[in-house]
């Protein structure tokens, strides 16, 4: 596979936000971030994401719902960020459409880990060559 994968962050904490990005351009993704939904509306006139990072506690409304219109409307994987890892956390974020959930004290190498596994499976369902090696 010689294009590399492309990320949206949607975050409303600029150090959690700029953590994200570094965590993930390190091991090759192309990233956008912007701090809420409209600015994400925005950047998705221009970017065109293989996935979106979604905090739920987005300054400009409920991130659950910004995460349930991403699927809907643009059908890409979504991970949810929360601050609470209770089971209800877990089932509320699989209910809006999550593809998983973090807690904001996410692990890179996991954080990134989960991502590639997440785009190698959409890549299977969406009936692409799935015996290309992924760069990463």
């Not at 990320?7 to 701090?35: H, K, M, Q, W, Y």
């Not at 998705?44 to 506690?57: K, Q």
């Not at 601050?83 to 459409?97: D, L, M, N, P, R």
Request: proline share 4%; net charge negative.
């Amino acid at each position: 596979m010689t294009d590399s994968k492309s990320i949206l962050i949607i975050e409303g904490e600029p150090n959690l936000r700029g953590n994200l990005a570094s965590a993930l351009t390190e091991v090759g993704f192309i990233v956008a971030d912007v701090r809420d939904y409209p600015e994400a509306l925005l950047k998705l006139n221009e970017f065109n994401p293989d996935i979106a990072i979604v905090d739920e506690a987005l300054p400009s409304g409920d991130g659950k719902e910004v995460c349930s219109r991403l699927r809907n409307a643009f059908s890409i994987p979504v991970i949810l960020l929360g601050k609470v890892s209770s089971g209800e956390a877990w089932k509320a974020a699989v209910e809006a459409g999550a593809d998983f959930y973090f807690t904001n004290s996410f692990n890179r190498r996991v954080l990134t880990a989960r991502v590639k596994a997440i785009l190698r499976r959409y890549k299977e369902v969406k009936g692409e060559l799935v015996d290309e090696v992924l760069p990463w």
